[in-house]
């Protein structure tokens, strides 16, 4: 079987053509693998879960018995032990299954919101 001699030039250019789709798809098109789709998404959803407790955190501190003095102490705190604060005093605390690394986020933004 003999292939015509114009086959070559256009497989090549088939080759190149899918090779710079992919490239500029990835880099600048928007595409994204499946993994990073997912990590995304994640990611997202953790943002979204403190950001709608964050308001709840700041209600139960505000209403605490002991507000004045816990205010007290939160605005002399660092700035980085406010979340600690905040997630030992129970305001971060959720009801249901606790997730650590859910309340120290809740916690952390809390305490900037209090201090703020």
Do not use: Y
Not at 27 to 40: D, F, H, M, Y
């Amino acid at each position: 079987m003999k292939i015509p001699v114009e086959t070559k030039p256009m497989l090549w250019g088939i080759v190149i053509g899918a090779v710079a789709a992919a490239f500029i798809g990835f880099n600048w098109g928007g595409w994204v693998t499946s993994s990073r789709a997912q990590s995304e998404a994640a990611t997202g959803a953790k943002t979204a879960v403190v950001t709608a407790l964050t308001p709840i955190c700041v209600e139960r501190f505000q209403h605490a018995v002991d507000f004045p003095a816990n205010s007290s102490a939160l605005k002399k705190a660092d700035s980085w032990s406010r979340g600690d604060l905040v997630e030992k005093g129970g305001w971060a605390t959720m009801p249901g299954p606790a997730n650590p690394e859910q309340v120290s986020a809740v916690a952390k933004s809390c305490a900037d919101v209090l201090a703020g």
